[in-house]
């Protein structure tokens, strides 16, 4: 930490007697200077600052973020044995990362966007992370569209703006979004702050125990304080006088003690009920049915401490579907298959190969993996003359004997370039959903008024083809906007 007594140093630790001083060959005190390369003060302070930067996110780039801790509230033992998820009472010290998805790191707060949830639990079994979203389906379900799925929400490639034309044309050709969109336009796609949305896993996960046994969950984060959202005017006008709107938010209430939680739940599914579910559980467009599968308390996550410095502790935090730990697996989900590779292949370009040797991303428990070592910034000893290389027996190493996935999920099956198709059933939890909308105070109206915002400069026959798309979900949806847009 800085104090008044620090004595000021270069970066190799020589005192400096004047940190705002530049070495030069001078006529007095006007006239200019000659600047001297043997200045190694100024040359250090000028050249770090050009490398200063790490690349953004290219998606999730604009976030805040917090510690926090995670308590068991309910006895999970029949489904897992995770540590982290034993013993009523049980803490697990965790980091929180809750961003808007398309813009930018300096961009605004309050966009309809869907947020990123992004949660480390350093448990005493390995990091464990969970890296959701605010919306409970997603856009794509076939992986490989994920980049263009997001291109088509950022900046067009001639004007650098962000184009409604480009949104619907890839939303509309690719429809199995249609769930997502629904989300999005509704009232939760501008949250009132951080500490008023829900985490959704999305996916299909796994609860496992080291017999074997297994059950398939989907987790779900509900904030105690309740949902609440913010209407399309307040946002656009904060959007411009307060772009950091919801990060101020969530610093602040922690910085005045008032922590914000949330319930942990989770839906569970044995594997003999897989079969007879009335979706597709591997699926990420689909949530499942609360009546069938409800919710069941699991814990309380709870976020208490703002980071003393952002750039270390969340900049530089690596999330990943990939990192779990024994009790918690993945399912065949093909899009968290993709993901389990994508993030920590990101985070080695953003960060650099040895992320896991930073403070965030560190596991507090010990770490033995002499075959990841050396590169860039190792700080970890680097396992000294212990061998580079597996099965040695000069120095031999003790093997875990805990099943990290389920044993009996056996797959047989041919290699298929696979791409899903679109079929009515598609469009019934987005009908659903839409009844839902229609029953709460004003909720078509928003719906109808965020939908017609980003149809404008939509040319006239994509914009009759979105209307087609939209009134498969509700004809009155396609009659009431065909009515806005031809005023
Ligand atoms: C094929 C599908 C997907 C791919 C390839 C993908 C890829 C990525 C990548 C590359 C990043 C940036 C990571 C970094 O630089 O640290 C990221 C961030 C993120 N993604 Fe995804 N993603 C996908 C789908 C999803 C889904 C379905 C969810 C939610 C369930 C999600 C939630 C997040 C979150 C919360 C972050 C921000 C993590 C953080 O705070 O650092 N993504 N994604």
């Known amino acids: 930490m800085a104090s008044q007594d620090n004595i000021s140093t270069l970066a190799n630790g020589q005192p400096s007697d004047n940190p705002g001083s530049v070495q030069q060959i001078r006529y007095g005190n006007s006239n200019g200077g000659l600047v001297v390369l043997s200045d190694t003060q100024t040359v250090e302070v000028l050249a770090h600052f050009a490398r200063e930067r790490i690349p953004e996110r290219s998606v999730h780039a604009k976030a805040a973020g917090a510690f926090g801790e995670f308590e068991v509230l309910e006895d999970l033992s029949d489904l897992t044995d995770a540590k982290f998820l034993s013993g009523i009472g049980k803490k697990t010290p965790i980091l929180t990362r809750i961003s808007t998805v398309g813009g930018e790191k300096g961009s605004s707060d309050t966009v309809r966007d869907v947020r990123g949830w992004a949660t480390k639990f350093y448990t005493e079994e390995g990091v464990q992370d969970f890296v959701f979203n605010d919306l409970p389906v997603f856009f794509i379900r076939d992986p490989i569209k994920f980049p263009s799925m997001n291109r088509s929400h950022k900046r067009h490639p001639r004007t650098n703006v962000p184009d409604n034309a480009m949104f619907w044309d890839f939303h509309k050709n690719n429809p199995e979004g249609i769930h997502a969109l629904m989300h999005l336009f509704g009232r939760r796609g501008i949250p009132e702050t951080i500490k008023n949305i829900n985490g959704f896993s999305v996916h299909t996960y796994t609860l496992n125990k ?33 772009p950091d709107y919801h990060i101020k938010g969530l610093f602040n209430s922690i910085e005045k003690g008032e922590y914000p939680t949330w319930t942990v739940c989770i839906q569970t599914m044995t594997p003999e009920e897989v079969a007879t579910a009335p979706i597709d559980i591997f699926d990420c467009t689909y949530t499942w049915p609360h009546e069938r599968y409800p919710l069941r308390r699991v814990g309380r996550l709870t976020l208490n401490k703002n980071p003393d410095n952002y750039f270390q502790d969340i900049e530089q935090a690596c999330f990943s579907p990939s990192n779990m730990v024994p009790g918690v697996g993945p399912s065949a989900d093909p899009v968290l298959q993709a993901r389990m590779f994508s993030y920590p292949d990101a985070h080695r370009y953003r960060v650099g190969p040895n992320y896991f040797q930073l403070p965030p991303n560190r596991p507090k428990n010990p770490v033995y993996a002499p075959y990841v070592r050396d590169g860039p910034g190792t700080m970890n000893g680097n396992y000294g003359s212990d061998p580079d290389y597996v099965f040695s027996e000069l120095r031999p190493v003790a093997q875990s004997k805990r099943v990290q996935m389920p044993t009996h999920e056996l797959w047989t099956g041919n290699v298929t370039a696979f791409t899903t198709t679109v079929t009515d059933k598609d469009f019934e939890q987005a009908q659903s959903l839409y009844k839902i909308i229609c029953s709460e105070p004003n909720g078509q109206e928003q719906l109808l008024e965020n939908l017609e915002q980003s149809l404008q400069g939509v040319p006239e026959k994509l914009a009759g083809e979105v209307l087609d798309y939209l009134g498969h979900v509700h004809q009155d949806i396609k009659n009431a906007l065909q009515k806005r847009l031809s005023k």
Request: cysteine-free; hydrophobic content about 35%.
């Open 210 to 242: 080291a017999d074997g046994s297994y059950v398939y969950v989907k987790w779900h984060f509900r904030p105690d304080d309740g949902i609440k959202t913010m209407d399309a005017e307040t946002a656009a006008h904060l959007a411009g006088t307060e």
